[in-house]
């Protein structure tokens, strides 16, 4: 079923006016050049920095502990979840105070307060187009550590507080989860993403709509 959806996809977004992926992997995927690539938007009011100490009293989590967010659904294996738990089983070897914290299934408005009360949000799946969860992190100014996947590299390589890792080795990523965490502090984050706005990514949706409507109306 899986297959039928991703080639009639294709062929409507080959055969479209105009299409609009969420990533250049995806552009490529597509087969389409002129194809808009356009992330989701994040709703930069919900996800907005936060005290981590009023959030680790309201999910009753231990102030002194050092979290790693996980947010992805544990039994999707894309999500790959057995490699962010031995990665922090490593981190908790070198950081005894490190704990996994897992967001499954975490009503949307609730999840603010995990980026909050977290010291760094993982991400460690195996393919992705452009994760909302790692850009809700970073709208938070949550410290990131994850794998190169999808379009994680176009937002986070340069910004203080985000750290991409090559590999899927597990030691790896500890040993940057650790540079996170070892030392509380928060990213650069938001405003590394300001264009994802939703407000500035509806406004570019319309834009390619206009376009669209332009070329059907013909020359005036």
Known sequence: TSR???RVSRWVGRHADAAI????????????PDAHVIPNG???ELFRPLDRDDAR??????????????TGI???????FPLAQEAVRRLHERLPAAELLVASRVPHEELPGYYAAADAFLLTSRHEGSPNSLKEAMACNLPVVSVDVGDVRRWTVGVEGC???ATRDPEDLARALEEMVREPRRSRGREAIAELSLERVARRVLEVYDS???ARRGPP
């Not at 992926?21 to 389409?32: M, N």
């Not at 309201?58 to 979290?67: E, K, N, S, V």
């Open 4 to 6: 039928i959806i991703a």
């Open 21 to 32: 992926v969420k990533s250049e992997e995806l552009k490529r995927a597509l087969g389409r």
């Open 42 to 44: 994040v709703d930069f």
């Open 57 to 70: 009293r309201m999910l009753g989590l231990d102030p002194a502990r050092r979290y790693v967010l996980f």
């Open 74 to 80: 544990p039994e999707v294996p894309v999500k790959d």
């Open 163 to 165: 750290r991409i890792v």
């Open 212 to 214: 669209v409507l332009r």
